[in-house]
T-cell receptor
């Protein structure tokens, strides 16, 4: 079993829909990242959080440390949101990231 | 502002040939540096990380090695490439302090023939 599990693996939605991507982890962490990977491969860091909730534009990330679960939400989704979204955790006491398998999101116009 | 440069963007190499991928960071000092690989259809995996010049930690045994000859330069190498070395290689950096976000390069897509 992977230390970081994401669901769903693939998600297709219509423009304007509210999107939720989930991440569960089984290890103690000091922080969690949400990353966005576009078709060319480049990765952009969206959020890093260790508690509560963060919002940036139409993106919202939440984390529940007790339940070892995080969600990434996209409001009013747009075709340009189409990408692979990756959850990654920082293992407690280490500086390295452990990644989920990613969620491939496709937003159709 | 800080920037990270990684090259080449794509590379096609025959089996058994050597490899050298370079990553440099500008605008910061004493960064932590990382090499990741993403094999086809799989998630990202940490290969090496470095907290200082000449200090390299390897996460998985493999056909690759890493070096940090200068503070802001991180090199991924192989003496003889295998087919299984194909993949997308990403370099990243972060500040030394605890719980700092990592910043990624644009990646190198390596195909072994």
């Amino acid at each position: 079993k992977n230390e970081v599990e994401q669901s769903p693996q693939n998600l297709t939605a219509q423009e304007g829909e509210f999107i939720t991507i989930n991440c569960s982890y089984s290890v103690g962490i000091s922080a969690l990242h949400w990353l966005q990977q576009h078709p060319g491969g480049g990765i952009v860091s969206l959020f890093m959080l260790s508690s509560g909730k963060k919002k940036h534009g139409r993106l919202i990330a939440t984390i529940n440390i007790q339940e070892k679960h995080s969600s990434l939400h996209i409001t009013a989704s747009h075709p340009r949101d189409s990408a692979v979204y990756i959850c990654a955790v920082v293992i407690q006491g280490a500086q390295k990231l452990v990644f989920g398998q990613g969620t491939r999101l496709t937003i159709n116009p | 502002s800080q920037t990270i440069h990684q090259w080449p963007a794509t590379l096609v190499q025959p089996v058994g040939s050597p490899l050298s991928l370079e990553c440099t960071v500008e605008g910061t000092s004493n960064p932590n540096l990382y090499w990741y690989r993403q094999a086809a259809g799989r998630g990202l995996q940490l290969l090496f990380y470095s907290v200082g010049i000449g200090q390299i930690s390897s996460e998985v045994p493999q056909n690759l090695s890493a070096s940090r000859p200068q503070d802001r330069q991180f090199i991924l190498s192989s003496k003889k490439l295998l087919l299984s070395d194909s993949g997308f290689y990403l370099c990243a950096w972060s500040r030394r302090r605890v719980n700092q976000p990592q910043h990624f390069g644009d990646g190198t897509r390596l195909s072994i023939l």
